[in-house]
């Protein structure tokens, strides 16, 4: 039950993050790297070309990623980084509310993304699909690891060793032996039954002698 209240929660917030994130960089899009570019210049970020490249790209792919639970630790760790930036940088001095343009909004990103990065997003998403099917290819591996240890080697079974193997002939013997005649069943077959028909039809009948009187 924990684990299910635990996927749930982690749902939710890698939905809400990943979306606030997605539109943050959407508008980066729409406005142009070149624009994105002056306005860090303006706020005083370093390498405000690279800085502004890297913002719109893992914001707006961070968040995507996040809403349908892919690589969840990975931008985990990439937003965070991206709002430590901000918060040093820009919000850091103008305190903590965010109408004053404080790090009240980054910060609570980027404690998301410390947690995303940590614990995961959870059982509900790519991630954990992913990593169901992983485990079930892995145990089913074990599991037949664990059949082929334990069973027979050198042609040897549970009840015992197997006949030896032989050349054709003498195996075509012991696997056919010969059949004996039921008790009382006659040894002669049909040709010699008749044969001895003959000869006895063609002997002459003799009579007994009478006693001698």
Do not use: C
């Not at 939905?15 to 994130?21: L, N, Q």
């Not at 430590?84 to 919000?91: C, S």
């Not at 004053?100 to 410390?114: T, V, Y």
């Not at 069943?185 to 039809?201: E, H, T």
């Amino acid at each position: 039950m924990k684990r299910v209240l635990f996927d749930i929660a982690a749902l939710i917030a890698r939905v809400t993050a990943g979306a606030i994130f997605l539109v943050h960089g959407l508008e980066k899009w729409q406005g142009g790297l070149g624009m994105t570019s002056r306005g860090f210049t303006d706020m005083g970020i370093p390498v405000p070309e690279l800085s502004a490249v890297y913002a719109t790209i893992v914001e707006t792919v961070g968040g995507l990623f996040l809403i349908i639970g892919l690589l969840v630790r990975l931008m985990g760790v990439l937003l965070l980084i991206n709002m430590l930036g901000a918060i040093a940088f820009v919000h850091a001095s103008q305190g903590v509310l965010a109408v004053n343009d404080g790090w009240e909004l980054p910060g609570a990103l980027g404690a998301l993304g410390l947690l995303f990065a940590a614990v995961g997003g959870g059982r509900i998403g790519l991630d954990g699909i992913i990593g169901a099917l992983f485990r079930r290819h892995s145990d089913r591996h074990a599991a037949e690891a664990e059949l082929a240890a334990h069973a027979p080697r050198n042609g040897n079974s549970a009840t015992g060793p197997t006949k030896p193997q032989g050349p054709p002939g003498v195996t075509k013997q012991l696997k056919q032996p010969k059949q004996q005649a039921p008790p009382g069943s006659s040894r002669f077959n049909d040709d010699d039954m008749r044969d001895i028909d003959a000869l006895v039809a063609d002997e002459p009948h003799q009579h007994p002698k009478p006693p001698n009187r």
